[in-house]
């Protein structure tokens, strides 16, 4: 299994901005579609973003023109840059794989308050 490490949340007002950091235990990451994904309270959860192994870029409607998803395949890491912040992105922000699933193992994601 890689393990995954996700960092970078925090309590921030609407309109601001934050960096998430996930970082794997593993070379293989660089191999896989990776994804952000975060959970609300009393909600699914969903994917956010992702990035391919070539770095081709998918993201969801409701976060298209604010995030912006990246990977350093040399620090097994990817990012997930969040600007223009809603109080509706409140939520806790994990990675994983996309499908989800084997190799990765889920981390203990980070928690994202916007908040006034």
């Known amino acids: 299994q890689v393990q995954l490490v996700e960092s970078g949340g925090g309590l921030v007002q609407p309109g601001g901005s934050l960096r998430l950091s996930c970082a794997a235990s593993?070379?293989?990451?660089?191999?896989?579609?990776m994804g952000w994904y975060r959970q609300a309270p009393g909600k699914q959860r969903e994917l956010v973003a992702s990035?391919?192994?070539?770095?081709?870029?998918y993201y969801t409607d409701f976060v298209k023109g604010r995030f912006t998803i990246s990977r350093d395949n040399a620090k097994n890491t990817v990012y997930l840059q969040m600007n223009s912040l809603k109080p509706e992105d409140t939520a806790v922000y994990h990675c994983?794989?996309?499908?989800?699933?084997?190799?990765?193992?889920w981390g203990q994601g980070t928690q994202i308050t916007v908040s006034s």
């Open positions: 990035i391919s192994s070539s770095s081709r870029t």
């Open positions: 994983n794989g996309v499908p989800i699933g084997a190799p990765f193992s």
């Open positions: 593993g070379s293989i990451f660089s191999v896989y579609t």
